[in-house]
Structure formats: structure tokens, C-alpha cells
């Protein structure tokens, strides 16, 4: 076959633009209009539900942080990077535990796998709704083997700690599925060549992990740990919604001004479009998190991205 056919390139601009077109849509209507939108909105007093906007510049920036309005909305950034780093903590080495034991090659392999990689197939609402079943204080099944166990039913969704620890353990195991996925097709991507080399030495398997299996996985880790991030900052509204409506309140000091579990983005929706529907308010809550995603990612890149090792 001709050489020409395998280093064929695009030639003409157009083919180019006409390939990325439906992308570039797609990241202007749902991305980046609305984000420039919030932004915009964030100058404003705005009023859903009335229909008013008023524009007072920096006010509602200057009222997340000082003002009767400040306290909560700390409350809620603390929380927000709480939840987000013990998703991440937690979630990511019971990603790498399952996958190495889903990537053994053994009878079932691939529906042990299907059934690893379900949970992340659930939307949040149902997800939260199974969880909601399964901790209920009364009829749920964890509460029914703790009773017969140990004679207690732990109430909890009202305990502000056990609601907290609910939480994580739930949007961890939604993520589940999504990092075994990128984690299998890395162990499935490693080389032979050196843990046959290991062998021959006589390295036991938690040298051979820590010195070659765990390094080759940088890159994949790299990569889930700024999308577990990602998801403890946007996508655990749902399960907060069904499970704890972001609540309970904690015990008096710091934690009571708002509920526990409320997070950066539970509370934009809760100031956005509940009682005061203050829009503007809300969109300045939206520009904060998403400045704090973007310094998140700098950090990232400029000192975590430089101990990643890629295979050469």
C-alpha cells in the first residue's frame, strides 16, 4: 500500500472547521454562553421569579464574604472542598484495588466487570434513591442486619456526621464505574516486560505494584484525579438533593449557618431558585466555584503534572 494513503493529512482549513463544527457548538451553547452569562448575571441583582435586574457591580461578590450572608456561603466552600478531596482520597485506591482484581483472568471476568462499571450508568437521582432505600432508619437492609447484630438503627439522615459520611460513600460509589473503566484499560496497557523482570528478581507483588504498576498508572491518576475533583464540585448535586436536601444543619459554632451537606453548588440552586431567588447572588456563587475549579487545575498542571510518568 502506498505510503501517501498512511501520512494522508487535511490539506484545505475548511475540512478542518467543518469536522470541529458540531464540537464547537456544542461547547458555545452549553458551556461557554452560559458561563459568560453568569458571569454577566453576577454583576446584577436579579429576580427570577419578579423579573427585576439591577445592576450593582462587585456588591454581590462583596456580600459572599462579608455580610449576614457571608457565614453560609464559607460554611459552604469548606464543605464543597471537603467532600470533593475525600471522594477523591477514597474513591481512588478502591478504584485501583477493584480494577486490579476486575483485570485477573478468571472464569466471568467480563460480568464482574459489567457489574463493577454499572453504578456509574445510574443517574444521581436513582442512585440516591437506592441509597435513600437501603439507609432508611426503619426498613432500610443496613439498619435491619445492624439491629439484629447489635440492637441499634442509626438515624442517618439526621445525624449531621453520619449524613456527611452517607454522602461520600455514595458519590463514591457512583464514580466507581467511571474510574475502573480508564484504570482496566491502563493495567490492560502495561507492558509484560518488566514485571516479568520483577519476577526474575524476586519481587513480591506489593514491590512490583509500588515500583512499577503504581507509576505506570500516573498518567490515568493525573487525568481522575482533576475529573473526581470535577465531579465532588458539580455532579454530586443530585445525590445531596434525594438524599439530604443539604441538610442537617451541624451542631452551634461554625456549622449551623447552614445545612451540612450543602454544598457550593446545592447552595447556588437553593439561593437561585428557592425563597429569595436572588439569580445574581447565585451567579456569583457559580463564578467562585468555577474560579476555585480553575486554580485547582493550575495546581495540577504546574506541580502534580511534573512527577507523571508516561511510558517512552
Do not use: C
Amino acid at each position: 500500500m502506498s505510503n501517501n494513503n498512511e501520512n494522508a493529512v487535511f490539506t484545505g482549513g475548511w475540512k478542518i472547521l467543518l469536522f470541529i463544527l458540531p464540537t464547537i457548538l456544542i461547547l458555545v451553547v452549553f458551556l461557554y454562553f452560559p458561563a459568560w452569562h453568569s458571569i454577566v448575571l453576577s454583576f446584577f441583582r436579579s429576580n427570577l421569579f419578579l423579573g427585576t435586574r439591577k445592576f450593582i457591580g462587585f456588591e454581590n461578590f462583596r456580600n459572599l464574604f462579608i455580610g449576614p450572608l457571608a457565614p453560609a456561603f464559607i460554611q459552604s466552600l469548606f464543605q464543597t472542598i471537603f467532600l470533593s478531596l475525600f471522594i477523591v482520597i477514597i474513591g481512588l485506591p478502591i478504584s485501583v484495588f477493584l480494577a486490579i482484581l476486575a483485570n485477573k483472568k478468571i472464569r466471568g471476568a467480563k460480568v464482574y466487570r459489567m457489574l463493577l462499571i454499572w453504578p456509574f450508568a445510574l443517574s444521581p437521582a436513582v442512585a440516591g434513591t437506592i441509597f435513600l432505600f437501603i439507609f432508611n432508619p426503619e426498613v432500610g437492609i443496613i439498619n435491619t442486619l445492624l439491629d439484629s447484630l447489635f440492637s441499634i438503627k442509626p438515624r442517618w439522615l439526621d445525624s449531621p456526621i453520619l449524613a456527611v459520611i452517607l454522602v461520600i460513600f455514595a458519590a463514591v460509589w457512583k464514580n466507581l464505574g467511571y474510574n475502573i473503566v480508564f484504570y482496566l484499560a491502563a493495567l490492560q496497557n502495561i507492558p509484560s516486560e518488566p514485571l516479568e523482570a520483577a519476577d526474575i528478581d524476586g519481587a513480591g507483588p506489593f514491590r512490583k505494584f509500588f515500583n512499577i504498576v503504581l507509576p505506570l498508572l500516573s498518567p490515568t491518576t493525573f487525568f481522575l484525579l482533576f475529573t473526581n475533583l470535577s465531579y465532588g464540585f458539580f455532579e454530586t448535586f443530585g445525590l445531596i438533593d434525594i438524599l439530604t436536601s443539604g441538610g442537617p444543619v451541624g451542631p452551634p459554632g461554625f456549622l449551623d449557618h447552614s445545612g451540612i451537606t450543602t454544598t457550593i453548588m446545592y447552595k447556588v440552586f437553593e439561593d437561585g431558585f428557592g425563597g429569595s431567588s436572588n439569580m445574581g447572588f447565585a451567579a456569583a456563587e457559580g463564578v467562585i466555584l468555577l474560579i476555585m475549579v480553575g486554580i485547582f487545575a493550575y495546581f495540577q498542571f504546574s506541580h502534580l503534572g511534573k512527577r507523571v510518568h508516561y511510558q517512552g
